[in-house]
């Protein structure tokens, strides 16, 4: 019996770091930013699964979101209510620009009216742009996915919930760049979404979470309004630069009691 009591609590131990239950909520009056990529479903044998979340659990994360009240904002809302902010409220952003988030996302969206924004890549199609970050990385899984059409684009603003934002002209990794090549990639890529969907283009995102101080100030320079990172956490909007924010990062590996401590307290676990 000993053995199976110390089995008992190894698990309990286990899961609560895993999950970390126990740790106090941020506070619900500051905002939640998710940062999701894909929804679609798991493929075998690929790399990029946690960017991948199916339809099934994206649709029960929305609908505990509108079900416990929470007010659904794009970026460029969130900031411009950010000293009027109701409790419980939530913006939803989509890295890069898969075509996942028009075919699969977009309905889901709709069925609950909630709002999101998508950080687009200008010239997205056939690039690989995941061995910028690490050489190892170079498979062209990301190159192979599908990617937004411009015309998807237009009908996921006309739909009246979808912001978009950019995510530079071709996803490099800025730390590796000049600044006049900084330059190309964060206002051209401004400057190409306003033309082509004859909108204002406020929301800015770091490829890979990749950046400087440069890269801010450019930012700030070009009139974006505000910029997202991949840092883990719940920020304050009164209380932060609203150039460097952080996200909660949903993975396609969360289950919905994962994602409920990630909307909680900004982390899953203890520390990730």
């Not at 479903?41 to 946690?50: D, R």
């Not at 899984?141 to 912001?163: A, T, W």
């Not at 909108?199 to 490829?207: E, L, Q, R, T, V």
């Amino acid at each position: 019996m000993e053995w199976l009591f110390l089995i008992l609590v190894l698990i309990f131990i286990y899961y609560s770091y895993k999950y970390a239950w126990w740790t106090k909520s941020v506070s619900f009056s500051y905002p939640r930013v998710l940062m999701y990529h894909m929804i679609s479903e798991h493929k075998k044998g690929t790399k990029f699964n946690g960017l991948r979340v199916s339809p099934l659990e994206f649709e029960k994360q929305i609908k505990f979101l509108n079900d416990d009240n929470w007010t659904f904002f794009t970026m460029n809302e969130l900031i411009l209510n950010k000293d009027n902010l109701p409790e419980k409220s939530i913006a939803i952003t989509f890295d890069d620009g898969y075509e996942d988030n028009y075919t699969n996302a977009l309905p889901i969206l709709k069925k609950y009216n909630a709002k999101a924004t998508i950080y687009l890549v200008v010239d997205r199609h056939d690039r690989e742009w995941s061995s910028k970050r690490k050489k190892k990385n170079s498979s062209g899984e990301l190159k192979r996915e599908s990617k937004l059409s411009n015309n998807q684009v237009k009908e996921l603003i006309e739909s009246g919930l979808i912001e978009i934002g950019s995510h530079t002209m071709t996803h490099d990794n800025l730390s590796s760049l000049s600044k006049i090549e900084k330059e190309h990639e964060i206002f051209n890529s401004k400057k190409e979404i306003e033309k082509e969907f004859n909108i204002k283009c406020n929301s800015f995102c770091y490829p890979f979470g990749i950046y400087d101080k440069e890269d801010v100030s450019i930012v700030r320079e070009v009139a974006y309004t505000n910029a997202t990172t991949t840092e883990k956490g719940i920020d304050d909007l009164k209380n932060k630069t609203l150039f460097e924010l952080k996200r909660v990062t949903i993975s396609g590996k969360d289950n919905i009691f994962a994602f409920k401590i990630k909307i909680k307290r900004g982390l899953r676990g203890v520390n990730k």
